[in-house]
């Protein structure tokens, strides 16, 4: 609410937020993470305004203004208005998020290439002094993607394994991650492999099976680990119920994000902790840089992080930060465009006489659909599909042309692979089956080229396969 203070006669401001935000004038002005705020005088139009107490606006300026008290002058007085201000879209967000980090206003995010920075003397410092515990290039991207996370806080590592690791390290020994059985296969390794190691004891459930979830949680858990959608089967959890879940005993609730990107989900606005990016994926985008996000709620966790991102040096570089500035302006753009073509691959999948499955949230028939859309704006641009033959997977993966053969998704470029030779290697063949992730499973990452074309180019190679 805009009060606008007193004199001898009232009016009614009609001005819109945008011509409010051009003509005022304020004597001082900071950046904050949380809105624009006023509380003293400004110039507007000649005249000055009132501000008797501080109020918030909701915008994608994030400015803090400080203007001094006073009355109404030439005529205005009592003069008031309320401004019902809609929170920008994200893409809105991207093109126009303001940092305190340059100084110049460059268009372009600077890039500070520095390991150290100069101190004022010898008894003082700065507010940067070595780049492996903070840089202006990375604090401005951390920065930004706290906004599009809603988080307090968000770091960035060297990966999205770094990240996962340092989350890793808030467990104790002898308490207990309940993880989800269906994840990415990096994690699976992790969690299998490296976190017992410190006498952490990881259980594994399916997180789309609420009673296996609560089961499983007792007095030693302090995390709990899911997907949603999952890596590669498209799984759905619950994430709202599994946060109530864990939080009455006392766990934290930490949900890779990185298939949906903050643009079509927002687990902590759900009741998560702690949402990890692989920023290497939709944020970036270009498969040009690794790179991992953890956004998370809390001022003490946002420490304990940053205590071990800079204890363990995994804080990502600033060029690498750079890439991930200017990968990400178009995040919004190349999601909706990536999401639109899946969804026309997915159907058209479904409807294929040599495939015996889609696992793609966005089909009719999928059993989370109803779930995943409401917490979730999209099914995203990540589906896989089963041909009931590794000979046929094998020959699709191999002759399509524009789908390049690789690990990852997120990109531009459309990708495919078959995750039991790829990215879910690790995991024995054994553990892989009882999971239901059979050798004869294909993911494809959608790209932004024609959506015609790679039907066709799919289309063709399934045709051309072994009977």
């Known amino acids: 609410m805009l009060a606008i203070g007193s004199s001898t006669s009232s009016v009614r401001a009609a001005t819109s937020f945008n011509s409010l935000l051009t ?124 906004k599009l996370d809603k988080a307090d806080r968000a770091f960035c590592f060297t990966s999205g394994m770094a990240a996962l690791a340092a989350v890793t390290h808030l467990v104790e020994t002898g308490q207990e991650i309940i993880a989800g059985d269906d994840i990415y296969g990096g994690s699976d390794r992790l969690l299998s492999q490296v976190t017992p190691k410190s006498g952490v004891v990881v259980k594994r459930v399916n997180t789309s099976n609420l009673d296996e979830v609560a089961s499983a949680i007792g007095p030693w858990t302090k995390l709990v680990w899911l997907e949603s959608p999952t890596n590669p089967r498209q799984q759905i959890s619950d994430i709202r119920k599994i ?108 409807t294929h006489p040599r495939v015996k499955k889609v696992n793609y949230a966005g089909l009719p028939g999928h059993p989370g659909r109803d779930l995943h859309y409401s917490q979730a704006k999209g099914a995203g641009s990540v589906l896989s599909f089963l041909t009931g033959s590794l000979e046929l997977s094998k020959h699709i993966v191999e002759t399509t042309k524009y789908f390049s053969i690789t690990v990852s998704f997120g990109s531009v470029k459309s990708l495919i692979s078959m995750p039991c030779f790829m990215s879910h290697a690790s995991i024995p063949a054994d553990v892989r089956e009882a999971r239901g992730l059979t050798e004869d499973l294909i993911r494809i990452s959608v790209g932004i080229e024609d959506v015609n074309d790679l039907i066709a180019d799919l289309d063709h190679a399934l045709r051309t396969g072994p009977p």
Not at 115 to 125: I, L, V, W
Not at 284 to 293: K, L, R, T
Not at 332 to 337: F, G, H, S
């Open 243 to 350: 946060a109530k879940i864990a939080h009455t005993h006392g766990a934290l609730v930490l949900v890779d994000n990185s298939i949906m990107s903050p643009v079509l989900s927002q687990p902590l606005e759900l009741g998560a902790d702690i949402v990890m990016h692989s920023a290497t994926k939709f944020i970036a985008g270009h498969s040009d840089v690794m790179a991992g996000v953890l956004a998370v709620k809390g001022e003490r966790l946002a420490r304990d992080l940053y205590f071990l991102q800079n204890a363990e040096g995994s804080g990502l570089a600033p060029f690498d930060c750079w890439i991930c500035l200017r990968g990400i302006k178009t995040m919004a753009l190349r999601v909706e465009k990536q999401q639109d073509n899946a969804q026309k691959i997915a159907e058209f999948l479904a």
């Open 23 to 146: 003509e005022l004038q304020v004597s001082t002005c900071r950046k904050a993470s949380k809105g624009l705020w006023v509380g003293k005088e400004c110039n507007f139009r000649g005249k000055r305004l009132t501000f008797p107490k501080l109020f918030k606006m909701n915008c994608s300026l994030d400015k803090e203004m400080d203007v001094s008290t006073s009355a109404v002058v030439d005529g205005v007085a009592e003069c008031s208005n309320e401004i019902d201000i809609r929170e920008p879209n994200i893409s809105t967000i991207l093109m126009n998020f303001e940092n305190k980090f340059d100084p110049y206003d460059a268009m372009s995010m600077p890039l500070y290439q520095t390991a150290t920075f100069k101190q004022p003397s010898a008894t003082e410092n700065g507010p940067y002094d070595y780049t492996r515990s903070g840089n202006p290039t990375r604090d401005a991207l951390e920065s930004l993607l706290a």
